[in-house]
């Protein structure tokens, strides 16, 4: 038989005039093809690595049924969630680790639904949140003096490739440090700052584009007579 309709489906079998064992059979009718997807927004969307995606798909006209997905990108198969939101749609969610085009089958009780795979395209983003720096220590007495050089060390060995930018001003004076990158391969670098004025200057630091974690940074120098007249003393400890 061929059922027309979506719900719970009756079918009473007779022998003679009489129902078979087990007769009436019921059997659950749903429509795959009534569910619903937006997909030529999801796919003209801007997507970055790490960034969540996130898109809804109604199956409030599909009957009963599960929703299930399946993701691939670049590399192969990757990790998708659907969620269940209890009116008849479901989210589907997922982070894309990788960049390239990515697709997302969608299944209606094992059927894929119309207008699926939803396909997109994943940017590299900038990286920047996988960028580390490792501030420099102050000097004598936990000071930092102006016109000695102090060194930022930058590992961005595990960010996609982009341009590390190196910008500092003091707050007070609007003095500019000297700011020296030195790049030594392999994703490393190092930023020699040098202050020319006693003052706190903070040190932005970004990586194609976007700032950095801890970004910006700050350090106060003051001048080499005041940290001079810095003294500690103690019965065993004096500077």
């Not at 749903?30 to 569910?35: E, R």
């Amino acid at each position: 038989f061929t059922p027309f309709e979506v719900g719970v489906l009756d079918v009473s079998v007779l022998y003679a005039g009489a129902p078979i064992p087990k007769s009436p059979f019921s059997f659950t009718i749903n429509d795959p093809s009534k569910c619903h997807v937006n997909a030529i927004a999801i796919e003209k969307g801007s997507y970055s690595i790490k960034q969540p995606v996130d898109f809804r798909v109604s199956a409030q006209f599909a009957g009963e049924g599960d929703l299930t997905a399946k993701l691939h990108g670049p590399k192969g198969e990757g990790d998708v969630e659907v969620r269940n939101q209890g009116d008849s749609t479901y989210l589907v969610h997922f982070v894309p680790k990788e960049a390239g085009p990515h697709a997302i089958e969608l299944f209606f009780d094992g059927d894929q639904i119309p207008d699926a795979p939803v396909r997109l395209f994943v940017n590299a983003g900038s990286g920047a949140d996988d960028v580390i720096v490792t501030q420099p220590a102050p000097g004598r007495l936990g000071l930092f003096v102006v016109g000695t050089e102090y060194e930022y060390k930058i590992n961005a060995a595990g960010a996609p490739d982009g341009d590390l930018a190196v910008t500092g001003n003091g707050i007070r004076t609007g003095s500019k440090p000297k700011l020296d990158i030195v790049n030594h391969g392999d994703g490393q670098y190092s930023v020699n700052v040098t202050t020319q004025a006693p003052d706190e200057y903070s040190i932005s630091i970004s990586w194609g584009g976007d700032s950095v974690p801890g970004s910006p940074f700050h350090i106060s120098t003051v001048d080499a007579s005041d940290a001079n007249k810095v003294k500690v003393d103690g019965p065993h400890y004096q500077v």
